[in-house]
């Protein structure tokens, strides 16, 4: 059996990058929550 997560930077941050989450509403709240609650790091 193969294994079922097979990791690739590009996609990672075109999928779940900060450029991405800042384009839409949600992405932004998303953001701005992680920046609320004090996170290192705010997305991939």
Avoid: I
Wanted: proline share 2%.
């Amino acid at each position: 059996m193969s294994q079922t997560y097979q990791p690739k930077k590009k996609k990672r941050a075109v999928t779940h990058g900060f450029l991405v989450r800042s384009r839409t509403k949600t992405g932004t709240k998303v953001l701005a929550k992680r920046r609320q609650k004090g996170r290192a790091k705010l997305s991939v």
